[in-house]
C-alpha cells in the first residue's frame, strides 16, 4: 500500500502563486510515476501535471507555462509550482500515484486526500 499526504491548498488571489506537496509512503518502491489531478464543483476531474520516475513531465494545456511538477531528490515528495493563477484554477487538487503513466493518467490505484485551492478576489 502507498499513502499521499498533500498540503499546501488555501486562497490566493488571480495572478498569485501557491505550491502544493505530496509525500508519499508505504510500498513506494512499486511507483513510476505521480501526478495532480483537479477537479472543480460539477465537473470531471482531470489530470493538470505528471511526472516519472525518469523525471519525464507532461501537462494539461490549460497549465502549459503556469504549473511546474517537480520531486526531491528522494523521488517521495512531489510538488505543483502554480504561478499565474486564475479564478478557474478553483477546484480541489488531489495527489495520485501508479506504477506507470498509463495508469496515473487512466485509474491511478493511490489517491491523496485532497487539498483545497481558491483563486479568487
Known amino acids: 500500500q502507498v499513502q499521499l499526504v498533500e498540503s499546501g491548498g488555501g486562497l490566493v488571489q488571480p495572478g498569485g502563486s501557491l505550491r502544493l506537496s505530496c509525500a508519499a509512503s508505504?510500498?513506494?518502491?512499486?511507483?513510476?510515476?505521480m501526478g495532480w489531478y483537479r477537479q472543480a464543483p460539477g465537473k470531471q476531474r482531470e489530470l493538470v501535471a505528471a511526472?516519472?520516475?525518469?523525471?519525464?513531465?507532461n501537462y494539461a494545456d490549460s497549465v502549459k507555462g503556469r504549473f511546474t511538477i517537480s520531486r526531491d531528490n528522494t523521488k517521495t515528495t512531489v510538488y505543483l509550482q502554480m504561478n499565474s493563477l486564475k479564478p478557474e484554477d478553483t477546484a480541489v487538487y488531489y495527489c495520485?500515484?501508479?506504477?506507470?503513466?498509463?495508469?496515473?493518467?487512466?485509474?491511478?490505484?493511490?489517491w491523496g486526500q485532497g487539498t483545497q485551492v481558491t483563486v479568487s478576489s
Open positions: 511526472i516519472t520516475r525518469g523525471g519525464n513531465t
Open positions: 508505504g510500498s513506494i518502491f512499486s511507483i513510476n510515476a
Open positions: 495520485a500515484a501508479a506504477g506507470n503513466i498509463v495508469v496515473l493518467t487512466t485509474t491511478p490505484g493511490y
